[in-house]
């Protein structure tokens, strides 16, 4: 019987296991398999494989049963996930269902999750800005979080490395708080939009208006072609997974690209219990699964762990990972653990109409729009709210059709469609302060469906966000009626947290291992071999799309990993 177990140990034994195929997860596998090690990826959901599992990828509007919207009574059984914008009829089937993995809402939080083979890299906005220093010196500045423990010197050739692979369009805009990239050739701005930049940069020294970058293929390069992938071809249904490959995610690009070396493993249907921590060995040794389809527990072993399962879910991974030496939760001494989360605000909006350029219009389609970095606080602390927003801003024109008449009258009507006028809109991305009191938790007396503790949620907005909400509509307010738009509206949706789908916090990195989780290589202080690199490493949420941020991150901690672990597994 010994064998036996010995040789299950034995099969059961990798270099390196990766918690979770997304967006970081896809990343530290990729580079993982590449660098020679034996790797074993955890992923809770089932296998979607590039264009074999996108079912609707090519299905045409008319072939949808409800052309595209999603029924009542799907709405009314999903009242959680049902609010967010991409869960359609044509990609519901990658979201969570709320009552598949339910969780405790200490505050209303509304939490969009996708468990399968790549997450939420299928569905996700595909926005790609960097960070620069004003972003990481935000909290030692203000006194808020704590210092990161990383300066954008220390990420910068690691947003080049993953750019590369990636595919970034965009251009050279040359805005210190928004340092340039790789790009491939970017996506212009559409008549309305330029006229829209001229004016607030001809206004306003310190704002601009820019392309916003996205991780699209507008020209592949050599490497794009080896991935498989080809270009983007604008379709704009990138929700549905893309058949070309054209924007990034881990289905179409680092998942197969660590298959391929042949030193990956991928192990779907695999919900994470907890890591394995050793007191004798004072190290974690590895990790607790279990079946989903099966229900058995089984344990997988390894000298190096990346725990990328999502921001909610590595925090609900790490508080369970008790053992002699951490009972309340791994390389938890300072009690900090699942603390000061944060996410993005995105409650407030602002439209508009313009009478201008009445003779143009746009043809096709493009996969971002336009973009206004961060203007408040950048360089001082100026409001009487700390940190400060970016936004979103786009214009288009849609066709007016008229439906009275009968007959010929409507039919000649129906046929005879003319051009309504140009209408903008603008949507902010606010960043949060990290609170103690923003927790993600376990609740100890309730477990789901595989005997994990239910996670618990408690992060609320503050002051200081209803500020910024208040300042950012006053703001594109006066832009707006600057530029000579008419009909100007705002609209404060009052949403929950989570929406945004930027849930960052809970593990931050920091200098300190009294005041933070992770050092400077996104490994844990207390827990030398395991690292972790998706949202819950952040300190600070700044205002950029975060994925550029993490997949960075992801790289530079591997290549840590592998120079260095050794070291310490010995």
Not at 288 to 313: C, H, P, Q, T, W
Not at 395 to 403: L, P
Not at 440 to 456: H, M, S, V
């Given at each position: ?10 099969e ?28 074993l990826i ?9 264009n ?6 090519n299905m045409?509007p ?6 595209m919207q999603?029924?009542?009574?799907v ?7 049902s609010k ?8 519901m ?12 809402q ?8 996708g ?5 939420k ?12 220093d004003f ?13 990161w ?5 220390d990420?910068a ?12 369009a ?14 491939l050739?970017g996506?212009d ?14 206004t306003?020294?310190?704002?601009n ?14 490497i ?9 071809m ?5 929700q549905r ?7 990034f995610n881990s289905?179409?690009?680092t ?15 695999s919900?994470v ?10 190290k974690?040794?590895?990790?607790r ?14 000298s ?5 399962a ?15 030496r ?26 508009a ?5 009445p003779?143009?219009?746009?043809v096709?389609?493009?996969?971002t729009s336009?973009y ?23 214009a ?5 059709r ?15 469609p ?23 938790g376990i609740?100890?007396t309730?477990n ?16 200081n ?12 307010t ?31 990195m920091?200098?300190d291992?009294?005041t933070?989780?992770l ?23 700044s205002t ?5 941020t ?7 901690a ?8 050794p070291?310490?597994?010995?």
């Amino acid at each position: 019987m010994a064998n036996f177990n010995i040789d299950s140990t034995k099969e059961n034994t990798y270099d390196a296991i990766v918690i979770g195929s997304g967006m970081s997860g896809g990343w530290a596998a990729k580079e993982l398999a590449d660098k020679g090690l034996k790797t074993l990826i955890l992923e809770r959901g089932r296998d979607v494989k590039h264009n074999v599992d996108y079912p609707t990828t090519n299905m045409m509007p008319w072939e949808f049963k409800h052309r595209m919207q999603v029924p009542q009574e799907v709405v009314d059984e999903n009242p959680v996930v049902s609010k967010c914008y991409n869960f359609r009829e044509d990609s519901m089937h990658f979201f969570v269902k709320d009552k598949e993995h339910p969780y405790v809402q200490e505050k209303p939080f509304d939490w969009i999750r996708g468990y399968q083979v790549g997450g939420k890299s299928i569905m996700w906005a595909r926005q790609t800005q960097r960070w620069s220093d004003f972003d990481f010196e935000g909290p030692a500045r203000d006194g808020f979080a704590v210092d990161w423990p990383i300066r954008y010197k220390d990420i910068a050739p690691w947003y080049s490395y993953v750019e590369k692979f990636v595919g970034i369009a965009g251009f050279k805009d040359g805005l210190p708080n928004l340092p340039d990239g790789e790009f491939l050739p970017g996506y212009d701005l559409n008549c309305v939009e330029g006229y829209f930049k001229e004016k607030v940069e001809s206004t306003y020294k310190d704002r601009n208006i820019i392309s916003a970058r996205c991780a699209h293929l507008s020209e592949p390069q050599p490497i794009h072609l080896e991935q498989g992938r080809g270009q983007c071809m604008n379709r704009a249904l990138c929700q549905r997974g893309c058949p070309f490959g054209g924007y990034f995610n881990s289905n179409s690009s680092t998942i197969p690209w660590a298959l391929k070396t042949g030193n990956a493993t991928l192990r779907p249907f695999s919900v994470v219990h907890s890591l394995i921590y050793d007191d004798a060995k004072e190290k974690v040794t590895g990790v607790r699964v279990v079946d989903s389809e099966s229900k058995e527990m089984i344990e997988y072993y390894a000298s190096i762990v990346f725990v990328n399962a999502g921001a909610l879910n590595t925090n609900l991974i790490l508080l369970n990972s008790t053992s002699n030496r951490f009972p309340n939760g791994l390389g938890n001494d300072n009690g900090l653990l699942g603390k000061y989360a944060a996410f993005h605000n995105y409650r407030a909006r602002v439209s508009a109409r313009y009478e201008g350029f009445p003779d143009k219009t746009t043809v096709g389609r493009r996969p971002t729009s336009g973009y206004i970095p961060r203007f408040r606080n950048v360089y001082k602390q100026e409001t009487d709210f700390l940190r400060g927003y970016a936004a979103g801003f786009s214009a288009g024109r849609q066709v007016d059709r008229n439906y009275d008449g009968v007959g010929e009258s409507l039919k000649s009507n129906l046929l005879n469609p003319e051009w309504g006028g140009w209408r903008v809109g603008s949507h902010m991305m606010g960043e949060t302060i990290p609170k103690e009191s923003n927790y993600w938790g376990i609740d100890a007396t309730q477990n789901d469906e595989w005997g994990i503790p239910l996670l618990k949620v408690n992060v609320d907005y503050d002051d200081n966000d209803e500020k910024m909400v208040a300042d950012y509509i006053e703001q594109l307010t006066e832009m707006f009626t600057m530029a000579g738009f008419t009909d100007i509206q705002s609209n404060d949706s009052k949403q929950a947290p989570g929406l945004d789908i930027h849930e960052m916090g809970g593990v931050r990195m920091g200098k300190d291992p009294k005041t933070s989780l992770l050092d400077k290589w996104n490994r844990m202080h207390l827990a030398k071999n395991v690292f972790v690199t998706d949202g819950a490493c952040m300190t600070s949420t700044s205002t950029q799309n975060p994925s550029l941020t993490y997949m960075a991150l992801t790289a530079r901690a591997v290549d840590f990993a592998v120079k260095e672990m050794p070291k310490e597994t010995t």
